[in-house]
């Protein structure tokens, strides 16, 4: 599935008792009435709430997502980190709407879009908000874009579906939004083709794909993966200016902590399908809850630290067909006792605006568990 083919020209799957052309399923409907795009009582753009997917393999079920809540203001980042294979991206798709249905199901929980539930909408309504209310940057720009069609056909693709603009307006569009993300000689450069890029301008392209209908939210997975130090920190710049610019909100998914630390509000670390920590950037950098995140930030290269051998965290994160009983992260854990191989911890509250999915988060948060 290519870039545009999000929200636009995707076919939807037929569904039972969906689909039958009634006014309910018409996505103009959702103007007025409940269901209709206002704004949330709690202040909120996004609301994910216990939210859990599920992979039906023939290996057996691959819990991917167990449980995830999170919300999400205008204006605001929220940078999702954690290990490949936690459920960042999963997460993601759920929230877009774009799971490939089997073997991926979302058995539970709501994603609510200024107070709509989005999974309880039928397909035709569904795709009025994915693309023009959120869109998504996929992580590898080269195979999300199709290679057959210019990078101003498929920007403007966007404009054509779901504005009905002709080719011509379509096309000063995607010049547009080119000079928007700063694409030198835009107009000189609409009729080329994603291979005649670099990796950061076809990521940049991908980013102008995502802008086209003046979204509310973007989710960016990994959109710094493969690209170099300076091309990564020229992205990120972008997609703070565009924030900054139109106050929407950004969900930004990644691995890399350094990343992050510039540019995140608050962060959710996931690990085996659940969150385990969610804290202000500058809160959970100073002072971890989670003994996992303090592993992840102990493996961040530092320059005070040059010529030392780099931290790693021993072992692997677990089969989500076979997730360990009590804490999952508990065959990894340097502080693991008998209490973590026996019971899931909850996510407590740790202060306001911090949480904690451990036994031990105060013993982890003020330092007692490292000197043991």
């Known amino acids: 599935m290519t870039q545009t083919e999000i929200g636009t020209s995707q076919k939807p799957r037929h569904r039972k008792g969906v689909d039958d052309g009634s006014p309910q399923d018409d996505p103009r409907s959702l103007q007025d009435g409940p269901g209709?795009?206002?704004?949330?009582?709690?202040?909120?753009?996004?609301?994910?709430?216990?939210?859990?997917?599920?992979?039906r393999t023939r290996d057996g079920v691959a819990k991917a997502v167990n449980g995830v809540s999170f919300d999400l203001r205008p204006g605001e980042t929220l940078a999702v980190l954690g290990e490949s294979g936690s459920g960042k991206s999963v997460t993601a798709q759920a929230i877009m709407g774009i799971l490939?249905?089997?073997?991926?199901f979302v058995t539970q929980g709501s994603v609510r879009f200024r107070g709509t539930d989005l999974l309880t909408l039928p397909e035709k309504a569904r795709r009025r908000y994915r693309g023009e209310k959120i869109a998504m940057i996929f992580q590898d720009a080269l195979s999300s874009l199709n290679?057959?069609?210019?990078?101003?056909?498929q920007i403007g693709e966007m404009f054509r579906v779901h504005r009905g603009a002709s080719r011509a307006d379509a096309k000063e569009k995607a010049i547009e939004l080119m000079d928007r993300v700063h694409i030198p000689a835009a107009r000189q450069r609409v009729s080329d083709y994603p291979h005649q890029f670099s990796g950061g301008m076809r990521q940049r392209i991908m980013i102008a794909i995502a802008l086209a209908l003046d979204p509310e939210?973007?989710?960016a997975d990994e959109p710094t993966t493969a690209l170099?130090?300076?091309?990564?920190?020229?992205?990120?710049?972008?997609?703070?200016?565009?924030?900054?610019?139109?106050?929407?909100?950004l969900i930004l998914i990644t691995h890399d902590l350094g990343v992050v630390a510039d540019v995140a509000d608050k962060i959710a670390v996931m690990y085996a399908g659940r969150l385990i920590e969610q804290a202000p950037v500058l809160d959970l950098y100073a002072?971890?809850?989670?003994?996992?995140?303090?592993?992840?930030?102990?493996?961040?290269?530092?320059?005070d630290l040059k010529g030392q051998e780099l931290y790693t965290i021993k072992g692997i994160p677990p089969?989500?067909?076979?997730?360990?009983?009590?804490?999952?992260?508990?065959?990894?854990?340097?502080?693991?006792?008998?209490?973590?191989?026996?019971?899931?911890?909850?996510?407590?509250?740790?202060?306001?605006?911090?949480?904690?999915?451990?036994h031990f988060w105060k013993e982890t948060l003020d330092g007692t568990l490292a000197n043991r």
């Not at 949330?40 to 997917?53: Q, R």
């Not at 170099?228 to 909100?249: I, R």
């Open 36 to 55: 209709s795009l206002q704004d949330s009582p709690s202040g909120t753009v996004l609301e994910v709430e216990n939210l859990h997917v599920e992979f």
């Open 100 to 104: 490939d249905t089997p073997p991926g």
């Open 147 to 153: 290679p057959v069609y210019s990078v101003g056909f």
């Open 217 to 219: 939210i973007i989710i």
């Open 228 to 249: 170099d130090v300076t091309v990564q920190a020229q992205v990120m710049q972008l997609l703070a200016d565009l924030q900054a610019e139109s106050q929407m909100g």
């Open 287 to 303: 002072s971890p809850a989670h003994p996992y995140t303090e592993r992840l930030l102990a493996a961040i290269p530092r320059v």
């Open 319 to 358: 089969n989500l067909t076979d997730i360990p009983a009590g804490c999952a992260f508990h065959p990894r854990c340097p502080y693991a006792q008998a209490i973590c191989q026996e019971q899931v911890p909850a996510l407590d509250d740790v202060s306001d605006g911090r949480r904690s999915a451990c």
